[in-house]
């Protein structure tokens, strides 16, 4: 007998019908108290070598439906690699198509990063004596706002933050964080132990854990978007927005990047502040430099496609980037990743994957050595 199952970590799924295998019928469930959903993540089981028809009803009425022309799901046996699977978009229906080879298999938007994987990082990251922990607080679902500070803090030395995953469904984001925190954390690596001699970094891996674990899109435990509440955040609201915003105040900010993934545009690429009323030519000097080294160091990156200027119009501030770029006159930039492919240098058995976004996480600190 076929089932599907999506009741675990970062689960999601609505199961309406799956008496034929050519037919099984499925729902994506919207983020808690929001209308936000796209993100799925649910197992098959009991169906090695049956051809399998899943149709995902709600896809054309999601938060993005352009983000699944030319999107490909990816599919697991053993939760570590993942791989895509043929998946078209027509009437308003996410169609994915599948012969398993083992009868359980998991598919999902992403490659997803689990609750454990995230306690992994940080036992790993804090085996590290250059490394230290703290919780910022908790969030409305009683769980730990991690906080990773490598370097010491000393007179005359750079502060640098990074957050990930304010969209839990962005699981690229901790992907890159993780590939980041290995490179930074290398003793044998001349970039890494000349930034840690010049800088201290700030690393929030997971910003959402609650809308992670619930298997969330865009939103928090309340169903409030992060990433438009960097203007004034309530902690009975957003209390994962406020408690970076007070250690930031108590830390300064050189530099900040914030990690995300683009359900749209298949291509990295950068967003900055420049649709902010403060923004200075010595910001706008700064991320064009920024740009420049992150080209040069990275053929995944380019500089043809991404967000206008003026994208957010007046909802500029409220969004990390902008507000901390404002608050501190630093270079602030959002680095956005795709969920299908880099059309730029496309690999169709993987598309965009863990290894890319691990490989662009590390890659990303020599521009921010250049860049202080």
């Not at 999107?71 to 009437?91: H, I, K, Q």
């Not at 840690?196 to 910003?207: H, I, R, W």
């Not at 865009?218 to 009975?236: C, D, F, K, Y």
């Not at 994957?353 to 050595?369: A, D």
Request: with cysteine.
């Amino acid at each position: 007998m076929i089932t599907i199952s999506s009741q675990f970590d970062g689960g999601n799924i609505d199961t309406v019908d799956t008496r034929e295998p050519s037919n099984i019928l499925l729902n994506i469930k919207p983020d808690h108290e929001s209308d936000f959903y796209q993100w799925f993540y649910f197992r098959l089981q009991g169906a090695q070598g049956v051809k399998c028809r899943m149709h995902i009803l709600n896809a054309g009425t999601a938060a993005y439906p352009d983000g699944w022309r030319d999107y490909s799901t990816v599919a697991s046996y053993d939760r570590v690699n993942w791989f895509r699977v043929p998946t078209r978009f027509e009437d308003g229906r996410l169609t994915i198509e599948h012969c398993p080879d083992k009868g359980l298999v998991w598919y999902a938007y992403f490659a997803p990063y689990s609750g454990e994987r995230h306690q992994d990082l940080l036992a790993r990251a804090l085996a590290s004596p250059d490394c230290q922990y703290a919780s910022l607080g908790q969030t409305l679902d009683g769980r730990e706002l991690d906080l990773l500070t490598v370097g010491q803090p000393g007179p005359g030395k750079r502060v640098i933050w990074l957050t990930a995953r304010q969209h839990p469904g962005e699981t690229m984001a901790e992907w890159f964080m993780e590939g980041l925190l290995e490179r930074l954390l290398d003793n044998q690596d001349s970039v890494a132990r000349e930034l840690l001699s010049k800088a201290v970094f700030y690393l929030v891996p997971n910003m959402n854990p609650d809308g992670s674990a619930r298997g969330h899109l865009r939103t928090n435990a309340a169903g409030v978007n992060l990433n438009r509440e960097w203007t004034g955040p309530r902690l009975e609201r957003s209390p994962e927005v406020h408690y970076v915003l007070v250690r930031m105040e108590q830390t300064g900010v050189d530099l900040f990047l914030d990690i995300h993934g683009d359900e749209v545009l298949p291509y990295n690429f950068l967003a900055g502040c420049g649709g902010n009323p403060s923004f200075s030519e010595k910001q706008r000097q700064l991320e064009s430099q920024f740009r420049q080294d992150l080209l040069a160091a990275s053929d995944e990156f380019q500089l043809e496609y991404g967000y206008a200027d003026d994208q957010f119009g007046q909802e500029a501030l409220t969004l990390a980037a902008n507000q901390v770029g404002h608050r501190f006159n630093c270079l602030a930039m959002t680095l956005e990743m795709p969920f299908k492919d880099n059309s730029n240098r496309p690999a169709p058995s993987e598309g965009w994957s863990p290894e890319r976004s691990k490989k662009l996480g590390s890659t990303v600190l020599t521009p921010i050595l250049k860049a202080i």
